[in-house]
């Protein structure tokens, strides 16, 4: 398993990382407390929705050759259980990697391994050598 360092200033202000698991397979690993949390004192889904948006395009990342990158095209995102803190993983898989679009999904589970949210999405494959 190769853990990536963070390298964009949200990942480093939710306290999130990124690990690369295997080819086509990656996970991001928050601890949430109070500072994720929204109004109503629960986990804002919007870091969730980062977890599995991050962790997506890790799995992709590590298919691409050389020379090309990923963009969201969508994501659906399901929330099944509230939280409020603890540990929190979201495992992706490339369901189905296409020349010009990847097809995922993901599930977060908290630290007991109960399923809170459940996502699958679309990237697109971009080519950075040609102008």
Do not use: W, Y
Request: proline share 5%; hydrophobic share 45%; with cysteine.
């Amino acid at each position: 398993m190769e853990q990536s360092e963070s390298t964009f200033p949200l990942a480093d202000f939710l306290s999130m990382r990124t690990e690369k698991l295997e080819p086509g397979h990656a996970r991001a690993v928050l601890e949430a407390n109070e500072v994720h949390h929204n109004p109503h004192g629960f986990l804002h889904g919007a870091v969730l929705f980062t977890m599995v948006d991050t962790a997506m395009g890790a799995a992709t990342m590590s298919l691409l050759p050389e020379g090309q990158r990923c963009s969201t095209i969508e994501v659906q995102l399901r929330f099944l259980r509230p939280v409020v803190a603890g540990a929190l993983t979201a495992d992706t898989t490339v369901i189905k990697p296409g020349r010009r679009v990847f097809h995922l999904e993901s599930k977060v589970m908290d630290g007991d391994g109960r399923l809170v949210a459940a996502a699958t999405g679309s990237f697109a494959v971009i080519d950075m050598t040609t102008p």
